[in-house]
């Protein structure tokens, strides 16, 4: 059986000591005891695998190796959608996160439902479930949140700006996975180079407003994209699109043993 994960802030020799909530999963969830092995991760792509120890009422874990970092995925995209209603929000993070998005921020535009505010308890919340995710499916870089950000200011954005902008239209005439093979898989069967992928939006229940479509039309390097046959729902259009892009991450990673050239 693999040992359990726990999410540490900062992996340093000889030792980590858990937040309180980590201790808390491990000791009274998971009746880990003194000697048991355990593997932390920082959620940025170290890891290591250790022992668990106590000193007073904190829970340490003590290295038995190095730490190992795992190198960072070769297709680095954004996937930025408005807020799903309810729990169907955490749902996204969850999902999102075991399909390895690097990275998900949320949009706010003029037909958005769910406005959370950007350090509010929402996005602590969202953020611990990334964590938990991450633990789970033994995922060493924990999804990346961030947002809210209008879309006029995410279009304005120069870290966001100089990427391709590609909003989820039905009536688009050309599909994601095409936009994909021309623009990704091409350029990665001609370089080893890390890739910068795409910024994807998923608009609101209520879609674009016909200023924002406006906006979007009129921005330089933005496309629409199809993501299927009928309406998705926010977190189904979402998910859509990270299954795909962790399908083409799977097909344009190194072999196992090789780093892509910088």
């Not at 890891?47 to 297709?75: I, K, N, Y």
């Not at 949009?107 to 350090?119: D, K, M």
């Not at 979007?216 to 993501?227: D, F, K, N």
């Given at each position: 059986?693999?040992?359990p994960r726990?999410y540490?802030e900062n992996?340093?020799?000889p030792?980590?000591r858990?937040?309180?909530?980590e201790?808390?999963?491990?000791r009274?969830?998971?009746?880990?005891?003194?000697?048991?092995?355990?593997?932390v991760?920082?959620?940025?792509?170290g890891?290591?695998?250790?022992?668990m120890q106590?000193?007073g009422?904190?829970?340490f874990c003590?290295?038995?190796?190095a730490?190992?970092?795992?190198?960072p995925?070769r297709?680095?995209?954004?996937?930025?959608?408005?807020?799903?209603?309810?729990?169907?929000?955490?749902?996204?993070?969850?999902?999102?996160?075991q399909?390895g998005?690097?990275r998900?921020?949320?949009?706010?535009?003029?037909h958005?439902v769910?406005?959370?505010?950007a350090e509010?308890?929402?996005m602590?919340s969202?953020r611990?479930?990334?964590?938990?995710?991450a633990?789970?499916?033994?995922?060493?870089?924990?999804?990346?949140?961030?947002?809210?950000?209008?879309?006029?200011q995410?279009?304005?954005h120069?870290?966001y700006?100089?990427?391709?902008?590609?909003?989820?239209?039905?009536?688009?005439a050309?599909s994601l996975w095409?936009?994909?093979?021309?623009h990704?898989?091409?350029?990665?069967?001609?370089?080893?180079?890390?890739?910068?992928?795409?910024?994807?939006?998923?608009g609101?229940e209520?879609?674009?407003?016909p200023?924002?479509?406006?906006?979007?039309?009129?921005?330089?390097?933005?496309?629409?994209?199809?993501?299927a046959?009928?309406?998705l729902?926010?977190?189904?259009?979402?998910?859509?699109c990270?299954?795909?892009?962790?399908?083409?991450g799977?097909r344009?990673?190194?072999?196992?043993?090789?780093?892509?050239?910088?």
């Amino acid at each position: 059986m693999e040992a359990p994960r726990f999410y540490v802030e900062n992996l340093t020799a000889p030792r980590c000591r858990l937040s309180a909530e980590e201790a808390h999963h491990a000791r009274h969830v998971l009746r880990t005891r003194p000697e048991d092995p355990l593997i932390v991760f920082d959620g940025r792509g170290g890891w290591a695998a250790g022992t668990m120890q106590l000193q007073g009422a904190e829970v340490f874990c003590a290295l038995s190796e190095a730490p190992h970092q795992d190198p960072p995925p070769r297709l680095d995209w954004i996937l930025a959608s408005a807020v799903p209603k309810g729990q169907r929000a955490s749902t996204l993070v969850e999902q999102a996160s075991q399909l390895g998005v690097p990275r998900l921020l949320w949009l706010e535009c003029a037909h958005s439902v769910v406005r959370p505010q950007a350090e509010g308890e929402k996005m602590r919340s969202w953020r611990r479930t990334a964590i938990e995710a991450a633990k789970q499916c033994g995922r060493n870089f924990v999804l990346a949140l961030d947002g809210p950000i209008p879309l006029e200011q995410l279009l304005e954005h120069p870290a966001y700006g100089a990427r391709d902008v590609l909003w989820a239209d039905q009536a688009a005439a050309q599909s994601l996975w095409t936009w994909l093979d021309r623009h990704v898989l091409a350029v990665a069967a001609a370089s080893s180079a890390p890739l910068p992928g795409p910024v994807i939006l998923i608009g609101p229940e209520g879609d674009f407003s016909p200023r924002e479509r406006d906006l979007l039309r009129s921005t330089r390097r933005a496309r629409p994209v199809r993501l299927a046959e009928h309406n998705l729902r926010v977190e189904t259009a979402a998910l859509a699109c990270a299954a795909l892009l962790a399908a083409v991450g799977d097909r344009v990673a190194p072999a196992p043993g090789v780093n892509p050239v910088a």
